[in-house]
């Protein structure tokens, strides 16, 4: 909220055209005087060694601080804070599969996920945290420079205080508000789970506490381009960063097809296939069509399918994922041992987008995408999003849209591959590759009723609002930002 | 969904800023052969002749085809379709009232509100349709082409066919899509109701039925000068209409100052008070202040401070509303004969708006308002929203903040006075005054943290979207839009 206390010489917010993202191709670091990459990597694995944790299984039964309750079987903490484990019945009239019942991840607090951006020198920079967390495969990953959820600010955690939250919860200090819009996580996991996503671009001097680091967009997009580095906290925050006018426009003359195509789907203002109002109808008719949706939490002991012991929950056939149980020692963080119950997924997932070059513009293939947990039914999703495996012993019809075009993808048509890590807090070794495949086919609607191509800025538009763009596309959203970068483009 | 298929001539949706919609001051009718108001009040009141309806009230447990829960005292309708009567329980921590339950209608079903618009000589056109309710005070009313609940034109009824349905349901027709978005009632008597409006243009010969009727832009705007004669239905889809360009800019210097500020705000792109950024972080900031509201179902038993007979449910100090059983013989409608539950408000509502010309531009303050019936948590609604003979007997501070300056207003400070039904088939006898007042007065930001000065063109903007602007608030958006009209503003 900046109750119209706008800077001296700054005009609208980011969301009004006169707002530019202020990226250049010189990456620099100022508040951690790391000059370069290289010094980043330095940097960074000096963290990894300050910040840890241990984490070791341990049984449900056995998690300090959590009970089950001998009535629903539900898993919560004592305080009634932090979150519990449930039962989810969905039912999906005329769906493949048309009812179902799951453990799910009741988290109702919505958090904070908060990048500070500063500029220094013309050049917009994000402060960002080394962080670590129990689930993160690789220890230390690059966070928003807030992550905290209402427990962790309020004081549940009994840890220390959040570092730089004052900047996001005090509305009287002199900033400008770039983004805040309450964003939805993974609808298969979590039931309704949403988080405030912030970018405040602040004014004064800022300590640099150790842990964090200034890094340009460009840097940061760098990033995007290795493994399991940049969290998907920090991903989905990025992709609210608005994009249009980033760049002047006479700048696409020197550039490659692709990049001056994704160039002119950020810019918007171009030919976009659809235009928002038709984009708009077609999310309104596929939200009215599903609307006999049914999700209803029941206790965690009447789902049907799972198995349980005193270690651990599992679906009886060993797909999707288990609810296990983790002991955690850590250093660098705001508290010291604690123990909680994590979801681990089954296999690494395929999170990718058919990307298409339409009269010059670069469009993205989306998909609108039901999810039991979703607060209004769909959202919009990637083109393909599931972990491959589960459809190994299927036959072809049975498979997700588009899934064998992109397995099946040519080198030469790959824009972005790399494996991303998602949220270390809930997640245990949750990981997903992050594809763009550019291609030339159609895509009929008649045949795929529920996929629309889209650009960037209409993409960028929706961000703006809350429960249109789901958490796996913003990821992509990011990384297909990053691509800007003339290094960050693959061969 | 247009699927893309736009008829010749036509580019892109109406909410792109090349749609015009075409407005002139030359009000004629096509279909019904009547050629001015005159006529207009002839056929209305054969219309009132030929469709009636006969209310009885009858005991809520003498509802032919209702029953009453024996467990929880639910009443609903034996098909399990239609609405059920259920209990609230609300908890809003840190409100002057945090805590209290209550009946409320549980229609979990989206219908369809529609208005067919089609171009004769280069004039818009509206199909409105004179239809009568069993709640309606007098009587017909003019609502939109289609107005019909998902068990209406599934055939739950049993009635005959919506006319016109089909233009809404069949994609295959050539039309464009000017508006199709999902939109909350009334938040304290519905639980998260919605209805999808819709708005479709077009281009084949329209056969007219008996009850319907053309009407241009202008006419509609002057009928909404007429008191409970454009219903609740037609109203709010009045409000998704988008208006930017309706009318070229270099007509304002021809007008007077509030209709060219009128303009101005409906235009876009002109000095407004707070960004569109700002205005949704500050929106996102309520939500999530607001995040601990709770608002769950209980059976209508436990509803505490309520009293029930087999006559009617009503608040202990005869405040609020009651609920009650009709039995209505209709004529010119679906159905001959039925029976339902409904509310029958308290008194005669107040829905006011506070209208300031800020640098040229009409600004209308709106409230961000917390409803226990609304998907998420907060809504804009007017200024002032309230039934004022509640407030008869408390101290000035327990007043809603603006009530007493828009009571106590000089008749020269108002630009629209008029009485306005709500929702016929649900509501008996539910009126509201619909107030529209200039003023000069500042609104300091620290003072009312949950209000903020808006044009029109950023309420066209949200109403794009769902649940951003309530029912309320969307009538006197269709009201003010009227005040464009030279013979609607008030001298």
Request: hydrophobic share 40%; glycine share 8%.
């Amino acid at each position: 909220m900046t109750d119209g206390a706008m800077a001296p010489g700054l005009s609208g917010s980011a969301s009004d055209p006169e707002m530019h993202v202020r990226t250049v191709e010189s990456a620099r670091f100022v508040g951690g005087q790391v000059p370069d990459l290289a010094e980043f990597d330095q940097w960074y694995d000096e963290c990894g060694k300050q910040n840890y944790t241990e984490v070791e299984r341990v049984p449900l039964e056995d998690l300090a601080g959590w009970r089950t309750d001998p009535v629903t079987g539900n898993i919560g903490h004592h305080s009634g804070k932090f979150f519990t484990v449930q039962g989810l019945d969905v039912r999906l009239p005329g769906a493949a599969v048309p009812a179902w019942t799951q453990p799910i991840i009741n988290q109702p607090e919505v958090g904070i996920l908060g990048i500070l951006v500063k500029e220094f020198d013309g050049v917009l920079h994000c402060l960002m945290q080394a962080k670590v967390e129990p689930g993160n495969a690789n220890g230390v990953q690059l966070s928003p420079t807030v992550q905290a959820t209402r427990s962790n600010y309020t004081g549940v955690h009994k840890g220390k205080a959040v570092p730089y939250l004052e900047y996001f919860r005090d509305r009287d200090r002199p900033h400008r508000m770039i983004a805040d819009v309450r964003q939805s996580e993974q609808g298969a996991w979590f039931h309704r789970k949403r988080n405030r996503n912030m970018i405040i671009e602040v004014f004064e001097p800022v300590e640099v506490l150790d842990g964090f680091c200034w890094l340009t967009i460009g840097q940061v997009h760098e990033l995007l381009q290795v493994e399991d580095l940049i969290n998907m906290d920090a991903r989905t925050v990025l992709a609210c960063l608005p994009f249009a006018g980033a760049q002047p426009a006479d700048t696409t003359s020197g550039l490659d097809g692709f990049r001056a195509a994704l160039m002119r789907s950020c810019e918007g203002g171009r030919g976009s296939r659809h235009s928002m109002g038709d984009i708009l109808a077609w999310i309104t008719d596929a939200r009215t069509q599903y609307d006999d949706v049914h999700a209803t939490m029941i206790p965690l002991d009447q789902v049907r399918g799972w198995r349980r012991n005193p270690e651990a929950i599992w679906h009886e056939t060993g797909a999707f994922f288990r609810v296990i149980g983790v002991n955690v020692r850590a250093g660098g963080r705001e508290v010291g041992q604690w123990m909680q119950p994590m979801i681990e997924p089954l296999g690494i997932g395929l999170v990718a987008v058919l990307v298409k070059r339409i009269d010059g513009v670069l469009h993205v293939l989306m998909h609108a995408r039901v999810e039991a947990g979703y607060l209004d039914v769909i959202e919009l999703g990637p083109t393909v999003q599931c972990t491959p495996e589960n459809y190994d012993h299927l036959t072809p019809a049975a498979r997700p849209p588009f899934l064998d075009e992109v397995l099946a993808t040519s080198p030469d048509q790959i824009r972005y591959d790399t494996v991303l890590s998602e949220e270390g807090g809930r997640f245990y070794h949750a990981r997903n590759r992050y594809l763009v495949v550019e291609t030339n086919r159609d895509v009929p609607l008649q045949q795929y009723p529920d996929y629309r191509w889209m650009t960037l800025s209409q993409l960028g538009e929706l961000l703006r609002h809350s429960h249109y763009v789901n958490i796996q596309a913003r990821s992509l959203i990011a990384c297909l930002h990053s691509l800007w970068s003339k290094q960050a483009v693959l061969a």
